[in-house]
């Protein structure tokens, strides 16, 4: 399969910050990616770098077998930032026309609108709208010139329940027609919605890159966490640390790693435990740092 976008080992820093670490990434034709990780995480500066609105400070980028920094290439993509603003005195119709007039090919303004449930506002003016309404008009606007993929960074945030499965509606059509998707969420709900390929960052780095399967199953992990000199060799330990004395293990069974921990004989003081954010599973697992444990 095609590569429609690719990150080659990519390095992106701004001043000090280490925004994005050696991220390697292929987006295939016809592919539904869901980009999960915290506030942070470096998602939308990869977004920016696909979408030609920066560059890498080393590594490559490539969108559609070019350069993202050619506007001919990025004729065919939608995007649709995290912020956007939209002429409040324009009406949707207006705005919609005024965007697909911008590509050689587009998409029919009644079916847009109709598929992100916007058929209703066609006259009404852009300062009009709610929130939700204007945040659907800009996510719709990414599909308005016909594109081979769109980018779609938090399209979600502030919708209510209806209107974000309205708009998972709309992502879903343009999928199914072979539209490829790279979207960007803080929630594993919406990437579970939609993606069947979940790439999870952190701090810079690719975390995991797995079917939505795999990845819900990681999520299930706890943190097993106490207070000791020495730890014994324990079963089903996914990724360990040593951290302020104290030891964290992460596994899938708790019950049982605990069970053994008794069963050892090992002085141990300060048993808990609990649920891990996916961040923290992920970079417990990929951990290098196994600490001495
Ligand atoms: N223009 C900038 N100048 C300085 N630092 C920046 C800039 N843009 C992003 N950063 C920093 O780079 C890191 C990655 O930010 P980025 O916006 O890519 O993360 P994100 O995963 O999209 O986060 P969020 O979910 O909050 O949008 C953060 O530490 C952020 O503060």
Known sequence: MTALARAIEVTRRYGEVLALDRVSLDIRAGELVGLLGPNGAGKSTLINLFVGLRRPTSGTVEL????????????????TPQETGLPESLRVGEIVGFVSAHFPEHTDKGELLDRFGLSDLVKRQIGGLSGGQKRRLAVALAFAGKPRMVFL???????????????????????DEGGTVLLTSHYLEEIEALAERVVVVGQGR???????????????????????????ELPGVLGSEREDGRINLVT????????????????????????TTLEEAFLAITSKETADV
């Not at 559609?64 to 995007?79: A, D, E, F, K, Y």
Request: hydrophobic share 40%.
């Open 153 to 175: 960074d938090e399209p979600t945030t502030g919708l209510d329940v209806e209107a974000r499965r309205s708009l998972w509606d709309g992502v879903r059509a343009f999928h």
């Open 206 to 232: 690719v975390l995991a890159d797995d079917t939505m399967r795999a990845v819900r199953d990681m999520v299930g992990v706890r943190r097993v966490s106490f207070a000791a000199e020495v730890v014994p």
């Open 64 to 79: 559609l077998g070019g350069s993202p920094q050619n506007p001919v290439t990025r004729r065919g993509i939608g995007v």
């Open 252 to 275: 899938t069974d708790p019950d049982r790693l605990v069970v053994e921990l008794v069963r050892s004989g090992a002085p141990f003081s300060g048993l808990e435990i609990r649920p």
